[in-house]
């Protein structure tokens, strides 16, 4: 669906301008985007997109003239999943009280890699908005 393909490019375009341009108090952006609301409700339009991405490819033309039925487009799906993983995991560790526990550990190693991340889903975007048809982007 076509519908899928620009809402995972554009997910995908904010949340790594998001984490690329952000620090983990989120002090650097304008209001409107900085907004913890923002955060959670792109996180969880970026998680889904990704999933939803997985189940319906965008077809290309050499594809369904062999009727080959194929996983999805790769690379923005994990991106998409990625960058929901990170703004949630981000609002959530910014309301905890006690930051000592697994989860906090694995995340604080995550949020580590925010600007290489946001870099990445940046050019994500940019590559599967170009190259829309090709399965493993």
């Known amino acids: 669906m076509i519908q899928l393909y620009v809402l995972s490019i554009l997910c995908c375009g904010i949340s790594g301008f998001i984490l690329f341009t952000g620090n983990d108090e989120g002090n650097d952006l304008p209001s ?10 792109l996180g969880i339009i970026s998680a889904v997109t990704g999933i939803l991405k ?3 490819p965008l077809p290309s033309s050499m594809n369904a003239a062999r009727g080959i039925i194929i996983l999805g487009d790769l690379i923005p799906c994990a991106a998409g999943i990625v960058a929901g993983l990170i ?6 560790r910014r309301d905890i009280s ?10 604080t190693k995550l949020l580590v ?10 050019c ?3 590559v599967h908005f170009i190259f829309g048809e090709l399965l493993f982007l």
């Open 54 to 56: 997985l189940l319906s």
């Open 98 to 107: 006690a930051k000592d526990g697994e989860l906090d550990r694995i995340g």
């Open 124 to 126: 994500a975007a940019l």
């Open 32 to 41: 409107p985007v900085n907004t913890p609301t923002s955060h959670l409700v």
């Open 87 to 92: 703004l949630i995991f981000g609002l959530y």
């Open 113 to 122: 890699f925010r600007k290489p991340i946001g870099i990445a889903l940046m």
